[in-house]
């Protein structure tokens, strides 16, 4: 089992700056390829970015590519979202997923943390 806990979000200004953490718990925290996931009101939720168990592999959307970067610390069993250039269409929940492989953490994770609010202000 796998409790996920993200943090970092807030109200930021566009063109500005945010760094979003997910906290694991467990030991297993590294054999999971993690993922980032956001939904605004009134629509799905959708991948953002992923990463492998190791770090060496990362994938992103095309709608953040260039401007978010994901990374994880297995020792201190976090991944980060560094989220540059913000939009105010980028306001949303955004969430970290786990799951087995990578191959799927984009598409059907198998655990989620609660989210955090992101606000982008024009």
């Known amino acids: 089992q796998v409790q996920l806990l993200e943090s970092g979000g807030g109200l930021v200004q566009a063109g500005g700056s945010l760094r979003l953490s997910c906290a694991s718990s467990?030991?297993?925290?590294?054999?999971?390829?993690m993922a980032w996931f956001r939904q605004a009101p009134g629509k799905e939720r959708q991948f953002i970015a992923a990463i492998t168990w190791h770090g060496r592999t990362t994938y992103y959307a095309d709608s953040v590519k260039g401007r978010f970067t994901i990374s994880r610390d297995n020792a201190k069993n976090t991944v980060w979202l560094q989220m540059n250039s913000l939009k105010p269409e980028d306001t949303a929940v955004y969430y970290c997923a786990a799951a087995n492989a990578f191959a799927v953490v984009r598409t059907t994770p198998s655990y989620w943390g609660q989210g955090t609010q992101v606000t982008v202000s024009s």
């Open positions: 467990g030991r297993t925290f590294s054999s999971y390829a």
